[in-house]
Structures are given as C-alpha cells and as structure tokens.
C-alpha cells in the first residue's frame, strides 16, 4: 500500500476505535441496568442472568476491537513516524504497544468466550459454588493478571515513550498521550501494590481518554498528520498546518 493510503486506514480504524471503546462501555453498563457498582465488579457478572450474559458477551467482543485490535495500525504507523527521532527507542515502544494490543484482546476474546456459557451454566443452578469459584477465577486471571497488571505496564511504556518524543513538535497531543501513559502505569502501580484507589484513578481516565486519544490521533492522520498543535493564552487549540 501507499503511505497515504495507510494513513487513511489509521484514520478509519483509529477514529472507530475510539468510538466503538465508548459504545462498549454503554453496553457493559446496559448489561447490568446502569448499576455503576456492579459495573466496577465484574466477578459478579455470574448470577446476571443469561440476557445480560450476551450483552456482556458482545461488550467483551467490542472492548477486543475497540481497545486493542483497531489501533494495531494506529501503533505501526505512529512507530514509523516516529522512528526517524529515535530508532532505537521506538522499537522499544512500537513493541510495548503491539504487545499491549495482542494481550489485552487476548484477554476481551477469553471472557467473550467463557463468561456467557459460565452465566448460563449458572442459571441452570447446576454446581453454583463451583462455577462462581471458576468465574472468579478467569475472571481475576484477565483482569488481574493480563490487563491492569501486565498489558497497562506496556501501555505505560507505549504512550509514555511515544508521547516524549511527540511533545517535541505537537505539544498538546504529546503532554496528552503522556499523561495517558502515566494513567496506565498507575493503574498497573495501584494492582501490584495493593492499591485500589491508585488503580481505580488511573483505570478510569484510561477508559474515557483512551477512546478520545484515539479518535484524535485518526483526525490527525485524515489530515496527513502533518498538523502542529499549540496552546494560546486564551486556552484555545490552534492548528499550524504544514508544519
């Protein structure tokens, strides 16, 4: 393909990335009629009921989209515009992404997969104590495990190094994807340590911005991504094109 036919394709998935991240959110919430506290505990999805197991389902199969699999050319093409800054460096980090990608749809696709048979073996009533006892477990094991302890450190890695050497020339989408970066690694810092206040504060932005970061970075890539940002003392985002 052409660059600028690969730029399209960034723009495309990345702005839908972000959208579709968003509608997930809705439909996780849907699926336990808008109860914020049961949102923030997904082990107790097991007694939903199987109707709202597939609503669960389908916000699992959208978060594997949404979150990960449409930035995979969003993080090739950020590597290669990059790279000429820091070679070196952004090897580091393009893998740090594309490792956070894979993990953490990895992650969506297993609770798509287990968490609706286990709700509707569930509902039958057969053997509750062991399959509550197996919810909990996959459950933890992604969560716990593969999403806010390992793919947020990559994460981190990912926005925090790209968002360095962005800074340098568009200021405000580069301040942004480092203050994402730091919002994962709080939220992984929050896990490791015990701390659900930490990773709870850094979890969240990451779910709203995340989203927003995404679809800014497809809006920059419609336009060539050769647009410079800067801040005015009146608080307003200016656009240099050409820069």
């Given at each position: 393909m052409?660059?600028?036919?690969f730029?399209?394709?960034?723009?495309?998935?990345?702005?839908?990335?972000?959208?579709?991240a968003?509608?997930?959110?809705?439909?996780?919430?849907a699926?336990?009629?808008?109860?914020f506290?049961?949102?923030?505990d997904p082990?107790?999805y097991?007694?939903i009921?199987s109707?709202?197991?597939?609503?669960?389902s389908?916000?699992?199969?959208m978060?594997?989209?949404?979150?990960?699999?449409l930035?995979l050319?969003?993080?090739?093409?950020?590597g290669d515009y990059l790279?000429?800054?820091?070679?070196?460096?952004?090897?580091?980090?393009?893998?740090s992404?594309?490792?956070y990608i894979i993990?953490g749809?990895?992650?969506?696709?297993?609770?798509?997969?287990?968490?609706?048979?286990?709700?509707n073996l569930?509902e039958?009533?057969q053997?509750r104590?062991?399959?509550d006892?197996?919810f909990?477990t996959v459950?933890?094991v992604v969560?716990?495990?593969?999403?806010?302890t390992?793919e947020?450190n990559?994460?981190?890695?990912w926005?925090l190094?790209?968002?360095?050497l962005l800074v340098r020339?568009?200021r405000?989408?580069?301040s942004a994807?480092i203050?994402?970066?730091?919002?994962a690694f709080?939220d992984a810092a929050?896990?490791i340590?015990?701390m659900?206040?930490?990773a709870?504060?850094?979890l969240?932005f990451?779910l709203f911005?995340?989203?927003v970061w995404?679809?800014w970075i497809?809006?920059?890539a419609?336009r060539?991504?050769?647009?410079?940002w800067k801040?005015?003392f009146?608080?307003?985002v200016t656009?240099?094109?050409?820069?």
């Open positions: 052409k660059q600028w036919q730029k399209h394709v960034v723009a495309i998935t990345a702005i839908a990335s972000g959208i579709v968003l509608a997930m959110m809705v439909v996780g919430m699926a336990v009629k808008f109860d506290a049961a949102f923030e082990s107790a097991v007694s009921g109707e709202a197991g597939r609503l669960v389908l916000s699992m199969v978060d594997m989209f949404g979150y990960y699999l930035l050319p969003t993080a090739i093409f950020l790279k000429p800054r820091n070679p070196q460096w952004m090897q580091l980090f393009t893998f992404g594309l490792a993990i749809a990895a992650g969506a696709a297993t609770l798509a997969a287990t968490w609706p048979f286990l709700i569930y039958q009533g053997q104590e062991t399959i006892l197996i909990k459950t933890t969560y716990g495990g593969l999403w806010n390992l947020m990559l994460a981190g890695v926005w190094g790209i968002g360095l020339e568009q405000v989408l580069g994807t203050v994402l970066g730091i919002a709080l929050g896990n340590l015990g659900p206040a930490l709870s504060s850094g969240t990451y911005f995340g989203p995404a679809i497809g809006i920059l419609a060539g991504f050769n647009v410079r801040l005015s009146g608080g307003q656009a240099i094109p050409g820069v």
